[in-house]
């Protein structure tokens, strides 16, 4: 078992930053890749960055190269998203989550095992 507790989300203006944090705890050194999706209301949830708990590959969200980034402190259990330029559009519930079982990509929700409980970002105009 991993449990995921994710934070760090508020409102912000347009063209500010925020720095999300996903704290994890349990087994994990079971983990292979930790990602952050989000979602609006009324729409699905979508990737927007993932990294290899061991390892330096990340994969991120076409929507988001370039202003967003994600890491991780291994010795915290901690993966951060530093997210930049922030767009109205950015707005959404944001998800970190954790793959234990490899399948398929780090880009498809479907193949994650464990999720956070999901925190608010408001980008206003």
């Known amino acids: 078992q991993v449990q995921l507790v994710d934070s760090g989300g508020g409102l912000v203006q347009a063209g500010g930053s925020l720095r999300l944090s996903c704290a994890a705890s349990?087994?994990?050194?079971?983990?292979?890749?930790m990602g952050w999706f989000r979602q609006a209301p009324g729409k699905e949830r979508d990737f927007v960055a993932a990294?290899?708990?061991?390892?330096?590959?990340?994969v991120y969200a076409d929507s988001v190269k370039g202003r967003f980034t994600i890491s991780r402190d291994n010795a915290k259990n901690t993966v951060y998203l530093q997210m930049n330029s922030l767009k109205p559009e950015d707005t959404a519930v944001y998800y970190c989550?954790?793959?234990?079982?490899?399948?398929?990509?780090?880009?498809?929700?479907?193949?994650?095992?464990?999720w956070g409980q999901g925190t608010q970002v408001f980008v206003s105009f």
């Open positions: 989550a954790a793959i234990t079982t490899p399948r398929g990509t780090p880009t498809g929700p479907g193949n994650y095992d464990y």
């Open positions: 349990g087994r994990t050194y079971t983990m292979g890749w």
């Open positions: 990294i290899r708990w061991s390892g330096p590959s990340t």
